[in-house]
């Protein structure tokens, strides 16, 4: 489990810092905490948080065009 394991850092170090994680947990869990959308689109699975709860759950490629979605990403 890794909490905005790429928030400190430039986009090209942060994209390293992805490829590294997904290379190492391929066919393993991997739970993030990130306000880092450009690597939402790599996990399997998305769940979005307002407030402490969850406002949408599933494939980034079907919440990111989700109103809801957008207007509690704002």
Same mark, same amino acid.
């Given at each position: ?25 391929? $066919?393993? /869990?991997? &739970?993030? =905490? ?5 690597? #939402?689109?790599?996990?399997?699975? *998305?769940?979005?948080? $307002?407030? /402490?709860? &969850?406002? =949408? ?5 079907? #919440?990111?065009?989700?109103?809801? *979605? ?5």
């Amino acid at each position: 489990m890794f909490d905005e394991p790429t928030s400190a850092l430039d986009q090209e170090t942060a994209l390293g810092v992805w490829s590294t994680l997904f290379e190492h947990f391929h $066919k393993r /869990g991997l &739970v993030c =905490a990130t306000h880092d959308m450009t690597a #939402l689109s790599r996990f399997d699975r *998305v769940i979005v948080l $307002k407030n /402490g709860e &969850v406002i =949408a759950d599933g494939p980034w490629s079907e #919440l990111q065009n989700d109103g809801v *979605v957008a207007q509690a990403l704002a």
